[in-house]
């Protein structure tokens, strides 16, 4: 070691505690002022920032020189903008509509869904009807099921059921309509039904195809 690091040596040496002690935050105080003023310097002026944007600004005028802008239509005319369609508002449910989104036909398995349009066009005379009014469900679904079987026996291709709108009923549902044609798809004897014709009740009965 040299005469001077013995020297700083033996005067720190030399030096109370509380001496020591100051010493250290004075050197930890210069450190931190010197970090602060370098990072200072590396942050750009106002000036500097002011110049940059300049120099971009033209460079952007230099890049669009070339470019001539459009002269307005002569016509006035305007290019189209493609919008989407607004869709129309769901049309008012009528009286011949399906009820309670029940279907309002049905073909059974294998059977030509032709033979729905004939029902409701009426091209099948119907050779017997019955009417359900004032029956209750379970009453509509027996009588319905005691008509098809006799409708059979009597040779008839097709019948007519009338269990009506529902216009009077609550909340204007037609309860026998619902049940009686759900009964009429789990009928063996039934390969379609549909609305009779408009001359023959509409949706307030149906059209019944029976097996031969």
Do not use: W
């Amino acid at each position: 070691m040299t005469d001077d690091g013995r020297g700083a040596s033996s005067s720190i040496a030399n030096l109370g505690t509380p001496e020591v002690a100051r010493l250290a935050r004075d050197r930890r105080v210069a450190q931190y002022t010197c970090s602060v003023k370098k990072a200072k310097d590396k942050i750009p002026s106002t000036d500097e920032r002011q110049r940059d944007d300049a120099s971009d600004a033209a460079a952007f005028e230099i890049e669009m020189a070339d470019v001539v802008r459009l002269r307005p239509d002569a016509r006035g005319r305007l290019r189209s903008v493609r919008r989407r369609p607004i869709s129309a508002p769901p049309a008012s449910a009528s009286s011949d509509d399906p009820v309670d989104g029940l279907d309002e036909d049905f073909a059974a398995a294998g059977v030509d869904r032709r033979e729905i349009r004939k029902l409701k066009r009426g091209d099948y005379p119907a050779g017997d009807r019955r009417d359900l009014h004032g029956m209750t469900a379970a009453e509509a679904c027996a009588t319905a099921g005691r008509f098809i079987e006799s409708s059979r026996q009597s040779q008839h291709r097709c019948v007519c059921i009338v269990h009506g709108r529902g216009l009077h009923s609550e909340g204007k549902v037609s309860i026998l309509r619902a049940r009686v044609r759900e009964y009429l798809r789990s009928h063996r004897a039934v390969l379609a039904y549909a609305d009779a014709p408009r001359s023959d009740g509409g949706a307030g009965a149906v059209y019944v195809l029976l097996r031969k």
